[in-house]
C-alpha cells in the first residue's frame, strides 16, 4: 500500500462502497478502497438467494413506500443515481440484466459472483486502487486532510492519508461477511450520533414454533401484523416457515416493526389470512357445501379440501380448543400467531438504525460536523424492504457520495 497522500478514501468495499468507486473511475483522481475482508462484496454474493437481486425497477412513488424511516432523505440520491441508472451502468460494462416478479432485476446469468466481478474488474482496469484485508482501525482529521490508521495485516499499524473520506462500512447484520458496526465507532469519533440499531428483514418467532411447519411455503395470503392489539400493518404474497420463524416476502415484510415492538416490550402478533380473496360470508358457504357431501362432516375431515396437508395438524392444535365446521371460515382467515422473539443479526438481511440522518446532508451525504466526511449505506439510518431495494440505496448514495466528494475537491 502506498504511503501518498489519496485524493479520495472509500473505507468499505461492500455494494456502497465499490458504487462509489465505480464514479471516481476515469476522474484522474488518486483513489482508494479499504476493505477489511480478503476479497470485496461478500455480501453481494448472498443477496437474492446467491442470484442478487441488484434492484428494484419500480417508479419513485412506489419504491419510496418501500423505504424507512424516512422516505424523503433518499430521494435526492435515488434521482442522481436511478435504479435505471444502476442497470443502463451494469449492462454498459458488461453485466446483462433481466426484470423478474415485482420488478425485481437480477443477473441474466442468475449468479451474484457475476454483479461483484463486473465490477471489480471495471474498477481495476480504471486504475481504481482496491485494498483488500485492510481493516481500519480509526480516522481522524487534522487540517484538511484525514489520517486513516490501518488495524491489521501486514499493513497493521499503517496511517495513510486523504483528502476526503467516504465511510461505507455496512451495518451489522451478516457479520460473518464483514458487517460488524465498524463505522458505528469511528462515526460516533467525529460526534455523530448513531440512532439505536436493530436487525430488519429477519424471521420472527412464534411462541410455540412448531417445527412441523418448517419448509411450508404459503403464498397468495394476507399477512396482518398486530402491535398491542391493533393492526398496524398489512402485507399480501409469500410467506415461509423455516428453522428460525415467519419468513419468506411477508415475514420480513412485517419484521422491521415487529421487532421494533419486541423491543419496547409490547405485545407482536401476526394474523395469516389463508383465503385473503374470498370474503369471510362466502367461505363459510363454500366450508358448508362441502360438509354437506359428507356423512359424518367433521373440521378433520375437511381440511384437506382447504389446505396443504402439512400444515393440518398445527392449525388444528393452534386453534382448538373450540375450532369447529361454525367457525372454520373465521379461522383460515385468521390463523394467529403470539410472537415471543426474532433472529438477530446473524441471519438479518439488513440493519435498521444508524448514522443520524438529521447530521448528514440529503443533498451532498455529507458530514454536517466534519467538512469532507461523505457516508453510504447501510451505515446510515435508512433501509428498505425486501426485494432490490437495500442493494438501490446502497448503489444510490454511494454514487451520490463519491460525486459529491469529487465535486469538493475541485472548489
Request: glycine share 10%.
Amino acid at each position: 500500500m502506498s504511503m501518498k497522500l489519496y485524493d479520495i478514501a472509500i473505507v468499505g468495499g461492500g455494494a456502497a462502497g465499490l458504487m462509489a468507486a465505480t464514479r471516481c473511475a476515469s476522474k484522474g483522481l488518486k483513489v482508494i478502497v479499504l476493505e477489511k475482508n480478503r476479497e470485496c462484496g461478500k455480501k453481494i454474493l448472498i443477496t437474492g438467494k446467491g442470484r442478487c437481486n441488484i434492484t428494484n425497477i419500480s417508479p419513485w412513488r412506489e419504491f419510496q413506500t418501500h423505504i424507512h424511516p424516512d422516505k424523503s432523505f433518499i430521494k435526492n440520491a435515488f434521482y442522481h443515481f436511478s435504479n435505471e441508472d444502476v442497470v443502463s451502468f451494469l449492462e454498459g460494462i458488461g453485466l446483462p440484466c433481466k426484470t423478474e416478479r415485482g420488478n425485481r432485476i437480477f443477473p441474466l446469468s442468475d449468479r451474484s459472483h457475476d454483479v461483484r466481478d463486473t465490477i471489480v474488474s471495471y474498477l481495476k482496469n480504471s486504475g481504481i486502487e482496491i485494498a483488500c484485508g485492510c481493516e481500519v482501525e480509526s480516522v481522524s482529521k487534522s487540517e484538511d486532510n484525514f489520517s486513516i490508521k490501518m488495524a491489521m495485516g501486514q499493513d497493521r499499524g499503517v496511517t495513510i492519508r486523504a483528502r476526503r473520506v467516504i465511510l461505507a462500512t455496512g451495518g451489522l447484520s451478516y457479520p460473518t461477511t464483514g458487517s460488524t458496526g465498524d463505522g458505528y465507532a469511528i462515526s460516533q469519533s467525529f460526534g455523530h450520533t448513531i440512532i439505536n440499531t436493530f436487525p430488519s428483514l429477519t424471521a420472527l418467532k412464534p411462541v410455540e414454533p412448531d417445527s412441523r411447519l418448517e419448509g411450508l411455503l404459503l403464498k397468495n395470503i394476507r399477512m396482518d401484523l398486530w402491535i398491542n392489539g391493533s393492526v398496524v400493518q398489512s402485507e399480501f404474497g409469500e410467506m415461509q416457515f423455516t428453522s428460525g420463524g415467519i419468513e419468506g416476502a411477508l415475514g420480513f415484510r412485517v419484521s422491521r416493526k415487529g421487532v421494533k415492538g419486541l423491543i419496547n416490550g409490547q405485545k407482536v402478533e401476526v394474523s395469516i389470512d389463508l383465503k385473503p380473496a374470498v370474503e369471510e360470508g362466502e367461505l363459510t358457504k363454500r366450508v358448508e357445501e362441502l360438509a354437506s357431501g359428507m356423512k359424518s362432516p367433521n373440521v378433520i375431515k375437511l381440511l384437506p379440501k382447504l389446505m396443504p396437508s402439512q400444515m393440518i395438524d398445527s392449525f388444528v392444535e393452534s386453534s382448538s380448543p373450540g375450532l369447529s365446521v361454525n367457525n372454520l371460515a373465521k379461522r383460515l382467515k385468521d390463523w394467529r400467531f403470539k410472537i415471543s422473539g426474532y433472529v438477530g443479526y446473524e441471519r438479518a438481511v439488513v440493519t435498521a438504525g444508524g448514522v443520524s440522518l438529521d447530521e448528514v446532508s440529503r443533498k451532498t451525504l455529507e458530514s454536517k460536523l466534519v467538512p469532507g466526511l461523505f457516508f453510504a449505506g447501510e451505515l446510515l439510518d435508512i433501509d428498505g424492504d425486501t426485494g432490490g431495494y437495500n442493494l438501490q440505496i446502497a448503489f444510490s448514495t454511494g454514487a451520490l457520495a463519491a460525486d459529491s466528494a469529487i465535486k469538493s475537491l475541485a472548489i
